[in-house]
């Protein structure tokens, strides 16, 4: 057998499956959801599953206008809360 028939070699197979795993593995993707929260004496806008925010803003209309530019540069979703916490509206930019 030449060597340019020779089959792959153990190594080689191991190296590949080691790859397709790690990338398989990575597949867990951040959502860029913007929720437009009640916040001390304000509104504040945070990405969903982060506890940090991300701006605090005194009227919710600011707020949501800063929520909608971060989700149309990132194809996601606005989740607007009333003063209450509950979800007032959606909005989807995908």
């Known amino acids: 057998m030449s060597k340019s028939n020779k089959p792959t070699s153990w ?4 190296k590949e499956l080691v790859e397709a795993y790690f ?13 437009v929260v009640p ?14 925010i991300t701006s605090k803003h ?3 209309s600011t707020a949501i206008k800063k929520a909608k530019t971060i989700a149309k540069r990132r194809n996601a979703d606005v989740i607007i809360h009333r003063a209450s916490g509950g ?7 995908d």
């Open 11 to 14: 190594i080689q197979v191991l």
């Open 23 to 35: 990338k398989s593995a990575n597949k867990k993707t951040r959502t860029w959801h913007q929720h």
């Open 39 to 52: 916040y001390e004496e304000g509104w504040a806008v945070r990405r969903e599953g982060n506890k940090r």
């Open 58 to 60: 005194r009227k919710q």
């Open 87 to 93: 979800i007032r509206e959606r909005i989807n930019y």
